[in-house]
């Protein structure tokens, strides 16, 4: 068993971290601002027809907000970052649908547009870089043997491909992305995560950057919940983490395995 100390809160017996990867190890904030844009484009194209420029614009504007994009900048705790395509999908259906569309004419139309602006940006992980000195932290912990995992509310290609093209497949032992039908914070993504490493949530540490990552970790019974705002640039609170931290290097591992 491993002992973490992580700000004045020491975590004992510890056999796994889970991390959430946009905004945790992953700075994801100009992609997220870009693909926000893009959307609006593409939803242009479906609603020109019907909507007079000053009413898209209006659109765009309740969108945006929804969404949690203001200009260049995207809300650590907005739709955008912490939601995945399905939870974007279903709220700015609600908005089309409320132009006077039928709910599933409204749905299909964002589903097109939110495929197609995808299309601009064949290579997300790119587009989101690691956190600096992410590999390093996450070897420093394998070494100390920890199960690591990345689950996040991305699909499982694209964790996949986040993985690969930063190095971390000799790190990580669970790779796992939204599931259909289940989102955060529901607890049986922890589970199922957890048992797919054959480690129990209550010997598993948490770390995210939304109240959804730690209302999951709650939910779920995990040891720890540990929030993280280095990669948004500017410190933040999340209600009911176990501790927030600025960086992966304050996750100190106090006696371990290794």
């Known amino acids: 068993m491993v002992v973490i100390q992580c700000g004045d809160r020491v975590f004992e017996d510890i056999q796994a971290v889970i991390f959430d990867k946009d905004g945790t190890l992953a700075d994801s904030r100009a992609y997220l601002v870009a693909q926000a844009q893009k959307r609006i484009d593409c939803l242009e194209t479906h609603l020109a027809e019907i909507l007079s420029p000053a ?5 765009t504007d309740r969108l945006f907000q929804a969404w949690g994009v203001a200009e260049t900048q ?5 739709l955008m970052a912490v939601g995945s395509r399905r939870d974007n999908e279903i709220v700015t259906a609600g908005y089309v649908a409320g132009l006077g569309f039928a709910w599933v004419e409204a749905l299909t139309i964002v589903q097109t547009a939110f495929q ?13 870089p690691i956190v600096a000195l992410g590999p390093t932290y ?16 991305d699909t499982t290609p694209n964790v996949e491909a986040f ?5 971390l497949q000799p790190y990580v032992s669970l790779v796992m992305g939204a599931q259909e039908g289940l989102s955060k914070p529901d607890p049986q993504l922890l589970h199922q995560a957890c048992a797919t490493i054959g480690v129990p949530p209550s ?20 040891a720890g919940a540990i929030g993280v705002w280095g990669a948004w640039g500017q410190p933040f609170t999340i209600p009911n983490a176990d501790v927030m931290i600025a960086s ?6 106090l006696s371990g395995m290794g």
């Not at 992966?248 to 591992?253: F, K, P, W």
Request: glycine letters at 8%; zero cysteines; proline letters at 3%.
């Open 55 to 59: 009413a898209m614009e209006q659109l």
């Open 203 to 222: 010997q598993t540490l948490v770390v995210g950057d939304s109240a959804a990552d730690i209302e999951l970790a709650k939910r779920a019974d995990a």
């Open 138 to 153: 996450l070897a420093a912990l394998h070494r100390q043997g920890l199960h690591l995992g990345l689950l996040s509310a």
């Open 116 to 128: 197609a602006a995808n299309q601009f940006f064949p290579r997300k992980d790119l587009l989101t």
């Open 74 to 78: 995207i809300h650590p705790a907005g």
């Open 163 to 167: 993985v690969n093209t930063y190095g």
């Open 248 to 253: 992966l290097a304050e996750i100190t591992v």
